[in-house]
């Protein structure tokens, strides 16, 4: 289980990274769409090689992000049903949705997309707009989105396998947040002060 949270952690380590860079590709497609609107309203001309841009790098911040945001657990959730069950169950749940949707689903895109990218590699395959972009450095990012994606579910399923096993804490806790036990003695601490606070007056 050591070598396997091992890889767990450098996965982390990777998304973590990987997700800290991204907002620079939105904040360059946030800027170059700025001056595009400049460039079109103040000299009425425009380029569609850098309206491309835009969209290339907004397809892989939101491709590259999705590993990032799994890290974080803040991908949509239905918890309404999920957070009455046992904590066992609902890693179980986890375990489940990770090794059985999420794992193959992954591996039926890069399936799909890899051979399509080297298709569009091999033809040097251009954009249909005039003085547009060669497409296969967008269809990388699936590839590479999906591939980083896979593996921070594998650090996922990890975790909780190693949490059912008592060889590693709550994964499904962000940083800093207190588990309900930990709630629950906060607030007994602080009725406690109260009482006595009440009590001493």
């Known amino acids: 289980m050591g070598a396997l949270l091992k890889f767990s952690r450098a996965i982390d380590w990777l998304n973590a990274q990987v997700g800290k860079y ?4 939105i904040m360059g497609s946030t800027l170059i769409s700025a001056l595009n609107a400049v460039v079109r309203y103040t000299f009425n001309t425009s380029s569609n ?3 491309e841009i835009q969209w290339y790098l907004f397809a892989w911040s939101f491709l590259i992000a999705a590993a990032f945001t ?5 991908h949509v ?3 309404v049903i999920n957070s009455r069950l046992s904590k066992k169950t609902q890693m179980w749940i986890d375990i489940i949705g990770f090794a059985f949707f999420l794992t193959p689903v992954c591996l039926l895109v890069l399936d799909f997309c890899i051979p399509m990218l ?5 033809s040097g395959e251009m954009s249909g707009n005039p003085g547009g972009l060669i497409r296969w450095p967008v269809w990388l990012a699936i590839p590479v989105g999906f591939t980083l994606l896979m593996l921070q579910g594998w650090s996922e399923l990890i975790k909780r396998v190693a949490f059912l096993r008592g060889q590693g804490p709550d994964p499904t806790l962000k940083a800093g947040e207190k588990s309900a036990e930990e709630e629950l003695a906060e607030i007994l601490r602080q009725r406690e002060a109260s009482k006595t606070e009440a009590t001493s007056h």
């Open 22 to 25: 991204a907002i620079w590709l």
């Open 49 to 51: 090689a850098m309206l």
């Open 70 to 74: 799994l890290l974080n657990r803040e």
């Open 77 to 79: 959730r239905i918890d």
């Open 118 to 122: 080297i298709q569009k590699y091999q």
